[in-house]
């Protein structure tokens, strides 16, 4: 099964923003259902263009992702078939923590 098609649009977030709904139109390709995902810079930036397209009417389909979501829908699968779990919330800076510290013990 081939790969949908991805597409890159980089522009001042104004016109970004203006232009979202028409660019997931375009994507829907006749199925309204259809899933698309757009990444996002941040959570403000997704909880912002989540309203918009809201007020301008419905986006089935639509996922919005920053990109540490997107980089754990694409690794977790890989760390359960290898048998190992995602580091909880707040792990990672614990472990930089730890690491830090150990760090500082061999000086």
Do not use: W, Y
Request: charged fraction near 30%; glycine fraction near 10%.
């Amino acid at each position: 099964m081939a790969a949908p098609p991805k597409e890159l649009c980089v522009a001042p977030f104004h016109r970004l923003e203006a232009g979202l709904g028409g660019l997931l139109r375009r994507m829907e390709e006749g199925d309204s259902f259809r899933a698309r995902r757009v990444v996002v810079i941040s959570n403000l930036v997704r909880d912002r263009l989540q309203e918009r397209l809201a007020r301008r009417g419905a986006f089935a389909g639509v996922d919005f992702l920053t990109p540490l979501d997107l980089a754990r829908q694409i690794g977790e699968p890989h760390l359960h078939r290898a048998g190992r779990r995602p580091l909880p919330r707040g792990g990672d800076a614990a472990l930089a923590s730890r690491l830090c510290r150990s760090s500082e013990m061999r000086k």
